[in-house]
């Protein structure tokens, strides 16, 4: 892990690694899964022999968010993302851009936005409907289409989900904050856009924060922020940041 700073708290923030999290609850934090099923069902499995075996007293699992778009299954992820949350309200949700992407999309379909043209003709795919983007009559048919065939199940998913959860001294969130603003008034575009005012901050911050959005070949553990982004969609590889009281880990599983 890279952690190029020395182990210490100042007054504006926390490093890496003196973060805690809850006594008594262990966290699972995944990463971009963008329509890799296969590989969310890998992780899940995973997660939950750990839970067995290891008995801890409480858990929580946080999805960063992008859920949809690129790979091949989103439709799959949404189906497997909604079980686990009915069963067990422990599995927390958050949004990413292209989730957010997808609704604006069902609502205001537009073949040059963030769906459209990156990674949505596969999500169209998934539930069955080629979304044609070269000519606009069937642009405005196949679009229909996909808005018939997603389930208001999955809608109603994607609309509820949050944009940040907070747990000891971590801060989760898809894309990462805008520096100097207190965490509980960082703009929501921010949780799920931003990149480059907040990855090349230098600066602790409050709480460590724990996010996605901008893949890397490997996990990125800073002083003052976790990257489990691992470019599932293209490498194969989906991560997970494990933290159970003082205890910080990577658990990634792969093609």
């Known amino acids: 892990m890279n952690t190029t700073e020395p182990a210490k708290r100042r ?8 973060a805690r999290g809850p006594d008594g609850i262990r966290l699972y934090a995944i990463g971009d899964v963008h329509g890799r099923r296969d590989l969310l069902a890998e992780m899940h499995a995973r997660i939950r022999a750990e839970i067995i075996r290891d008995h801890p007293s409480d858990w929580r699992i946080i999805h960063l968010g992008d859920y949809v778009d690129r790979g091949p299954d989103s439709k799959g992820v949404l189906d497997l993302l909604l079980s686990a949350r009915l069963a067990d309200k422990r599995v927390l949700l958050l949004a990413g851009n292209h ?10 379909p537009l073949p040059t936005g963030l769906f459209a043209l990156y990674g949505g003709v596969e999500t169209a795919r998934s539930y069955g409907v080629d979304l044609r983007l070269d000519e606009p009559v069937l642009f405005r048919e196949s679009s229909r289409a996909l808005a018939r065939a997603v389930p208001p199940a999955h809608v109603g998913l994607l609309s509820k989900l949050e944009y940040s959860c907070v747990f000891g001294d971590f801060f989760f969130c898809h894309a990462g904050i805008r520096p100097g603003i207190p965490l509980c008034e960082q703009d929501r575009m921010d949780l799920i856009w931003i990149r480059d005012a907040f ?7 409050p709480k460590v924060i724990v996010h996605g959005h901008t893949p890397t ?12 982004d691992t470019g599932a969609c293209r490498t194969g590889r989906l991560t997970a940041l494990v933290i159970d009281g003082g205890d910080k880990r990577l658990l990634s599983v792969s093609d």
């Not at 007054?11 to 003196?18: K, P, S």
């Not at 070949?217 to 489990?228: A, I």
């Open 99 to 108: 989730d957010t992407g997808f609704l604006e999309f069902l609502a205001h």
């Open 11 to 18: 007054l504006t923030g926390i490093h890496f690694l003196d």
């Open 217 to 228: 070949p490997e996990p990125e553990v800073m002083p003052n922020r976790v990257n489990v």
């Open 199 to 205: 990855l090349d901050w230098p600066h602790l911050h």
